[in-house]
């Protein structure tokens, strides 16, 4: 059982560099998210995806672009890395809006912008 | 906005002991509490979710508690084990916004 997978785990850019994290689950779910995890601070969510073919912005998407072209991958792109977003990136998924199950998350991609 | 504040942010406790963690939000209009567990380097696993319409809910050691009127819930772990040593996060799930808000979580610590 798969579940939600991320790529890749680790990454060093410098600053200025573009790169894409791939996320992937094979849940079927409808609904994918990428959040970001900074230290002492709790998981804020950057955009998100309802469905194949829309996204939405959530709380930090500034500098992040994300796509959905099909169910199963979400794709979330830094088209010029800044230092500050350096952080720790986790993916997840669910069924359904308003659903009484949880989130189900991938193991997180590191990021280091230099 | 939705603040969810989780104290203490630290706890170091010898194994045996039952202990709590703290869980509180400012807005009212959840849908559902869920605490995670986070084990370093890796991803949240799901431990407990409570609906708003609950009070508490119950899985083996781990028992979660939710008062929506007063913005609080906590999370009772009994006879604590070194495998507990974890983060653990308090997340709410809004009526509105289709989102989890996340506290920054406590980090825990057992001692054998």
């Known amino acids: 059982n798969a579940g939600v997978t991320q790529t890749p785990k680790f990454r060093v850019l410098k600053t200025g560099q573009s790169m894409t994290l791939l996320c992937a689950q094979d849940?079927?779910?409808?609904?994918m998210y990428w959040y970001r995890q900074d230290p002492g601070m709790g998981l804020r969510l950057i955009h998100y995806?309802?469905?194949?073919?829309?996204?939405a912005k959530g709380e930090v998407p500034d500098g992040y672009n994300v796509s959905r072209l099909k169910k199963q991958n979400f794709l979330l792109g830094l088209e010029s890395a800044a230092p500050s977003q350096t952080s720790v990136y986790f993916c997840?998924?669910?069924?359904?809006?308003?659903?009484?199950?949880?989130?189900?998350f991938g193991d997180g991609t590191r990021l280091s912008i230099l | 906005k939705q603040e969810v504040t989780q104290i203490p942010a630290a706890l170091s406790v010898p194994e045996g002991e039952n202990l709590v963690l703290n869980c509180s939000f400012t807005d009212s209009a959840i849908y559902n509490l869920q605490w995670f567990r986070q084990d370093p380097g890796k991803g949240l696993t799901s431990l407990l979710l409570?609906?708003?319409?609950?009070r508490e809910q119950t899985s083996g050691r781990l028992n979660a508690s939710l008062d929506k009127s007063s913005g609080r819930s906590t999370l009772y772990i009994a006879a604590s084990q070194p495998g507990d040593s974890a983060t653990y996060l308090c997340?709410?799930?809004?009526?509105?916004?289709?989102?989890?808000?996340f506290g920054a979580g406590t980090i825990l610590r057992v001692k054998s």
């Open positions: 997840a998924s669910n069924r359904k809006i308003y659903s009484n199950q949880p989130q189900h």
């Open positions: 409570i609906q708003s319409s609950q």
């Open positions: 995806s309802v469905g194949e073919g829309t996204t």
């Open positions: 849940m079927n779910h409808e609904y």
């Open positions: 997340a709410v799930y809004m009526e509105y916004g289709n989102k989890l808000v």
